[in-house]
């Protein structure tokens, strides 16, 4: 019997002992920044695509929407704009440059391993995200990833008989290294409901309620539109009423769309809808400068001379369609001056 208990008791320390140097096994992993990518796109952000796709929706007559939808080649370029903007050597292939410098993005320290660099992927449903890092000293380093596979929605929904748009983010696997660790948040949830009522879920749901929802079952966080009002305006705002007749008026139209596929993602905003299809009015002689602006009223006075003759009680000053539209052509025209004064 007591030869019994020292085995359990050497297992369960040897179980102990092994479960770190296991844990860390797993976990190792190797990561290498996507620097085709960055050579490809360099120089790229996320303010030059925006600019080009608008740039594109405009000289498009025929577009129907304006898609800010970039390739995961753009988009790990764009990136390393963002988190390597403070080194400007990252991924860098010229072998005269400092190898720290070319291979961390954000170092550690002197020779203690870094931050090195955020690899994108688009997919039909969402997209997938890993980052990777070492740690150590004297050129003897841990490496590991964080890796997360993400799907993202945008749909309309009914909530209170009222149709809006919902924008739903779900998590479908979160590893480090190589190691599955989204099945603690079911273990945490099952320890969190021995003691409290509503669980794990429940107390996250209660810490972001009033700007979010989450649910712990189906790894599912979500906003709709009177989220995004309430996050971004308070009641008292005196913008509330705009904020909520501009969403109102894109839940209405549905001009938000997903716009993710095979190695391409991004929204598309339905824009196309709110093309006039007015042609615009052609003036014959446009206003040049304020001569020939006096010169049109000038002209004009003779109106106001004819209507003093007939007599009255009031003064009719009758201008034409065609000179109305130049003066407003001259007024508004590109500049959008409106503090000249007749």
């Known amino acids: 019997m007591f030869k019994w208990i020292k085995r359990v008791i050497k297992l369960a320390l040897l179980l102990i002992v092994l479960?770190?140097?296991?844990?860390?096994?797993?976990?190792?992993k190797g990561y290498s920044a996507p620097v085709d990518d960055f050579s490809a796109n360099e120089g790229l952000s996320?303010?030059?695509?925006?600019?080009?796709?608008?740039?594109?929706?405009?000289?498009?007559?025929?577009?129907?929407?304006?898609?800010?939808?970039?390739?995961?080649s753009e988009a790990n370029a764009a990136l390393k704009d963002i988190?390597?903007?403070?080194?400007?050597?990252?991924?860098?292939?010229?072998?005269?440059?400092d190898l720290n410098a070319r291979k961390y993005a954000i170092a550690f320290g002197n020779n203690n391993g870094g931050f090195k660099g955020v690899t994108l992927a688009f997919n039909e449903t969402g997209l997938t995200i890993e980052a990777g890092l070492d740690a150590g000293f004297s050129n003897i380093y841990y490496q590991t990833t964080l890796y997360l596979d993400l799907d993202i929605n945008i749909e309309q929904v009914e909530v209170d008989n009222e149709l809006i748009t919902q924008y739903k983010l779900t998590i479908k696997e979160i590893k480090f290294g190589n190691m599955p660790?989204?099945?603690?948040?079911?273990?945490?949830?099952?320890?969190?409901?021995?003691?409290?009522?509503?669980?794990?879920?429940?107390?996250?749901?209660?810490?972001?309620?009033?700007?979010?929802?989450?649910?712990?079952?189906?790894?599912s966080i979500w906003v709709n539109t009177k989220d995004l009002i309430n996050l971004i305006s308070k009641e008292d705002d005196p913008n509330r009423?705009?904020?909520?007749?501009l969403l109102g008026f894109v839940d209405e139209e549905e001009l938000l769309v997903s716009g993710f596929g095979e190695d391409v993602g991004g929204i598309g905003i339905a824009l196309g809808k709110m093309r006039s299809t007015e042609t615009p009015y052609q003036t014959t002689n446009?206003?040049?400068?304020?001569?020939?602006?006096?010169?049109?009223?000038?002209?004009q006075l003779t109106?106001?001379?004819?209507?003093?003759?007939?007599?009255?009680?009031?003064?009719n000053y009758d201008m034409h369609e065609e000179t109305f539209n130049q003066l407003i052509e001259y007024y508004v025209g590109e500049s959008m001056d409106m503090s000249q004064t007749f």
């Open 46 to 72: 996320f303010n030059d695509i925006a600019s080009n796709k608008l740039d594109e929706f405009i000289a498009d007559e025929n577009a129907l929407s304006f898609d800010f939808v970039l390739t995961s």
């Open 286 to 299: 446009q206003i040049s400068d304020e001569t020939e602006l006096n010169n049109m009223f000038e002209s």
């Open 181 to 219: 660790i989204l099945w603690m948040y079911d273990a945490a949830d099952f320890i969190v409901s021995r003691f409290t009522e509503d669980g794990l879920n429940g107390l996250i749901q209660n810490a972001v309620s009033g700007f979010g929802n989450y649910d712990l079952k189906t790894k």
């Open 19 to 28: 479960t770190p140097v296991i844990v860390l096994v797993v976990m190792y």
């Open 303 to 315: 109106t106001l001379l004819l209507s003093s003759i007939t007599g009255g009680s009031s003064l």
């Open 83 to 97: 988190y390597a903007a403070e080194n400007p050597d990252f991924g860098k292939t010229d072998e005269t440059i």
């Open 241 to 245: 009423l705009m904020i909520e007749a």
